[in-house]
């Protein structure tokens, strides 16, 4: 998993003449100031510079009208994302211009989603395949302090596709990881472009059968050459279904037999284990010592020996349960083989039907009338071949896309992750005072928060649970996580610094942390850097940084206008 | 209408079916007793059913010492001093629980080391601080509680034996509650067993259940069994007890066992797959290797013929083991005239397959 880093953040209004700068070169930072000072307004614009929407933007900001830009590092290159101008845009290190849009959702976002590698794809109210807006990017690593300590997946206002709580889990946690939405995109497209094929195949036979039909009993031919290359195709494509049933029939025989010696295997383990069952049974019913009634010899009976004839119970139950799981196994594959079995002796017999009309007896008279429905025809089966021919190719297309989705989301696989995630939540929860309900079967989905000062720290051990999972188990892109004010909901003096603790004791490894609070609490680790903005209440711009960020500002802007 | 009438009406009388599940009870409490007292190194006989439910007999001579154990099972509510104490109008003496698990005392004397009531419900009565008792408590010595709880037992037992009675009761005799549920207790003790067969190895985990069937089976044997003038312990230890070298004897041979062919075939698989061998073939070498493998452990003559061949060509070349099982079975195949048994299920191949498996351990 790459690794993104903030650098520094760039705020400017030109309405103003007011700017400032917010260095993020640390990798754990404390933004730190009082109530009105301006510290959320810095948090908002970090994601917001990228195009991610957040939660209840402040009416005096939005009349300032504040560009920003926001310096980052990714796979070991420098970058700015620059808002400014009614645009989104990404220059690189030499504040070359990579890309830009005006258009969240349909410039901007996607080649964003592109940059970063982000592969998920949503389905839209219209039912249309889209690349979500970049919200869904960054969705685990922002909290929003007016929405994000009430319920989770709700930091920044354009999460508004449908299902998008569960697909942001889904793709996040690594339960459908990119690879999934990469073959869902590709199976999407493949499908359009499959139906169109099919609608051609239909529409092409449809038409060579019509011309077929104008005249019973005449067949659409007019020279002996086309006659020959029109029997000839239908034989190659004949030759080709006959191998196609061969192969088909000899794997479903063997199949068969495979099916005849599991069951014969689980006969016999069954039969050993009964017998197994029955000589123990005659054995315990008899004293320690045995005397043979025909020989007199004595044989020992104590309960070590009896033990030693069921012993082998446990293996023989486990090996039946094994072979049941083959049994089912061999029987499906069976089954899918005996169903394309039948569709190709369904096309073979609709070849045979069309060659014994070709075999019929052409008179002369017949070839003339025919002459010209046998053009249209030549012309239309030509065409029906090609698009058979890439039909079939797409079609296995698709049946690989679904193979793939289908690997990726497997029941062991995804309980894995979750036993992963629920154990942390457990940990995380216990950690933060926090009493869970259904111990050890929540949902990855969403966390039901409590009421009081016990709801933000709830969800707190739920996002964290979430990315710590995201680390093991998902492959996309990781951003810093930038917390807004957790102190909500009136935490006491003793759980604030709690949570502020947990904060950056369990972040996971390399994770940038940018959080804000009122006032940094004791105990923080040594590492992090606290700094203070706000000249005033209402007032985090600084007119004494306007000319110089101003004019770093202009850089972009004068590309952008171009 | 019949049926109506079957889920309508209460049964007259159930004594059966509970009488079953008490015994039952007794007998998973008393095997639940043999492996902790096994796990924790005691050498013991234990004999069912016989002066108590329960008993354990450890040392010998002058250091004999015997524990009685009477199992309580009961639905329902906790017991309290006053339902130990409790004592029927009719019927011989000692009438009451407590006054019964007192009579092991005054028959054996100084014999005996411990005499306990085990139930599945807890003892609910208080200690001498007003505290009460809880179900986590363990074995509670019945002279630990309050003066008023012991002395409605002390009552009970000098009304069941006139006269005075012995001062070691306060020593002796314990209340203990065995963390088995009425509705789970089977599931419960094999879940001990699997524990003990793991802790030997966890590759024994897979003998828990027929080790819990054959303890079980011996249980209820000697359980079941009437002593019948046995002439000394050793005789009754044959119709009434198992020792603690019976369940070492139990372990020796589940660390014995040797593998059957459903356990190492999937290692032989993957090299036979690797060697390019494909699934017909492999699942009739399968099933050709487990006709062999039972028919021999049946006794079959010729099965027993095969293996005996085998056992002597491993013996005359025991060289020619390769590092791969295809290599083995290709050198001795190659060493020996194996040849496939005229009518039986199995081959020559298969039964070299198997003894070789085996021989490798």
Request: with cysteine.
């Amino acid at each position: 998993m790459t690794n993104v880093r903030f650098v520094g953040l760039f705020l400017l209004s030109r309405t103003e003449k007011r700017a400032l700068k917010v260095p993020l070169n640390a990798s754990r930072i404390v933004i730190q100031g009082g109530n009105g000072f301006g510290k959320s307004a810095i948090l908002k614009s970090i994601y917001e510079t990228l195009g991610a929407l957040p939660q209840k933007i402040d009416s005096r900001w939005r009349a300032g009208n504040v560009s920003s830009a926001l310096v980052f590092e990714y796979q070991g290159k420098r970058y700015t994302a620059v808002k400014a101008l009614g645009m989104y845009a990404l220059f690189d290190a030499e504040r070359k211009l990579l890309f830009s849009g005006q258009q969240i959702v349909k410039e901007w976002g996607p080649q964003l989603a592109k940059f970063f590698g982000f592969k998920l794809i949503m389905t839209d109210r219209d039912g249309d395949i889209v690349v979500p807006p970049p919200s869904y990017m960054f969705a685990p690593f922002y909290i929003d302090q007016d929405m994000g300590w009430s319920r989770p997946w709700s930091s920044f206002q354009d999460l508004y596709l449908p299902d998008s709580t569960r697909t942001l889990a889904d793709y996040h946690s690594g339960l459908r990881p990119d690879a999934y939405y990469e073959a869902r995109a590709n199976l999407a497209v493949d499908r359009i472009a499959l139906s169109e094929l099919e609608a051609s195949v239909s529409t092409l036979r449809d038409a060579i059968d019509q011309i077929q039909q104008i005249d019973e009993g005449v067949s659409p031919t007019y020279d002996m050459g086309e006659f020959r290359a029109e029997v000839e195709d239908l034989v190659r494509e004949s030759e080709t279904l006959l191998t196609q049933q061969r192969e088909y029939r000899r794997e479903i025989s063997e199949l068969h037999e495979e099916t005849h010696l599991l069951q014969s295997e689980k006969s016999l383990l069954e039969r050993a284990l009964r017998e197994l069952r029955e000589e123990f049974d005659v054995a315990a019913a008899l004293p320690d010592e045995i005397e043979c009634p025909t020989c007199g010899q004595g044989y020992a009976n104590d309960l070590a020996d009896r033990f030693a004839l069921i012993q082998d119970e446990g293996v023989l139950t486990e090996a039946i349960g094994a072979t049941n799981i083959k049994l089912t196994r061999v029987r499906e594959d069976e089954q899918q083989k005996q169903d394309k079995l039948h569709e190709i002796e369904r096309s073979l017999r609709r070849i045979e039907h069309i060659l014994a009309v070709e075999r019929a007896a052409l008179s002369f008279n017949d070839v003339v009338i025919a002459a010209g429905k046998t053009e249209a025809a030549k012309i239309l089966r030509s065409s029906l071949g090609e698009k058979a021919a890439d039909a079939a190719d797409v079609r296995y297309r698709v049946d690989k896309h679904r193979d793939t989705m289908t690997s990726l989301t497997s029941a062991k696989r995804s309980g894995e992750i979750l036993k992963f995630y629920r154990a942390l939540l457990a940990k995380y929860a216990f950690d933060l005072d926090v009493a869970l309900e259904q111990d050890g079967a929540q949902s990855i989905h969403r966390i039901q928060a409590a009421r009081g000062s016990e709801g933000p720290r709830g969800l707190l051990a739920y996002y964290y649970a979430f990315l710590q999972t995201r680390v093991k188990y998902a492959t996309a892109t990781a951003f810093p996580i930038v917390i807004d004010a957790p102190n909500q909901q009136g935490q006491d003096a003793v759980h604030l610094p709690q949570m502020l603790r947990f904060i950056f004791a369990q972040a996971p490894a390399d994770a940038q942390v940018i959080v804000a609070v009122e006032e940094a609490s004791q105990g923080l680790p040594a590492d992090v850097d606290i700094r203070s903005y706000g000249v005033q209440r209402r007032q985090v711009l600084r007119e004494a940084e306007f000319d110089e960020i101003n004019e770093r500002f202009s850089v972009y802007t004068r590309q952008l206008l171009l | 209408m019949a049926s109506k009438a079957l889920i309508a009406k209460k049964p007259r009388e159930q004594a059966g079916s509970v009488a079953s599940r008490a015994f039952d009870f007794q007998m998973h409490a008393s095997m639940a007793r043999i492996l902790e007292a096994y796990q924790n190194g005691e050498g013991f006989v234990a004999y069912f059913d016989f002066f108590d439910d329960l008993i354990f007999l450890t040392g010998d001579g002058d250091d004999a010492a015997i524990c009685f154990y009477q199992m309580k099972s009961r639905a329902g509510s906790a017991w309290t001093p006053k339902r130990l104490a409790s004592r029927p109008a009719k019927g011989d003496l000692p009438k009451s629980i407590v006054g019964k698990t007192y009579h092991n005392l005054h028959e054996f004397g100084a014999l005996v080391r411990k005499a306990a009531i085990i139930s599945n419900q807890h003892l609910q009565a208080k200690y001498p601080d007003g505290s009460k008792t809880g179900p986590d408590d363990g074995e509670i010595l019945l002279s630990a509680l309050s003066a008023e709880d012991h002395g409605v037992l002390v009552a009970a037992i000098q009304a069941d034996f006139p006269g005075s009675i012995d001062p070691r009761h306060a020593e002796l005799l314990v209340y203990e509650r065995i963390a088995l549920d009425m509705q789970s207790f089977r599931q419960t003790l094999l879940g001990i067993v699997t524990e003990f067969a793991t802790a030997i190895g966890p590759e024994y985990a897979v003998s828990a259940q027929p080790l819990y069937q054959a303890l079980l089976s011996e249980i209820s044997r000697c359980t079941g069994t009437v002593a019948s003038s046995a002439r000394n312990l050793p005789e009754l230890k044959k119709q009434k007890g198992l020792a603690a070298s019976d369940v070492a004897a139990l372990v020796e041979q589940m660390k014995r066992r040797g593998r059957t062919p459903t356990e190492w075939w999937p290692t032989v698989e993957a090299e036979l797959i690797a060697d390019g061998w494909k699934t017909i073939p492999l699942r009739r070498l399968s099933l050709a290797c487990l006709e062999y493998w039972r028919a021999r452990e049946r006794g079959a003559g010729i099965a027993l013929d095969l293996h005996q061949a085998l056992a002597e060509l491993f013996a005359a070349h025991p060289d020619l083991v390769d590092d791969t099982i295809v290599g083995t079975m290709a050198a001795y195949k190659l060493a020996g005239s194996i040849l496939d048994p005229v009518g039986e299920p199995y081959t020559g191949q298969a039964a070299l397959l198997v003894e070789i498996m085996e021989s490798l351990g």
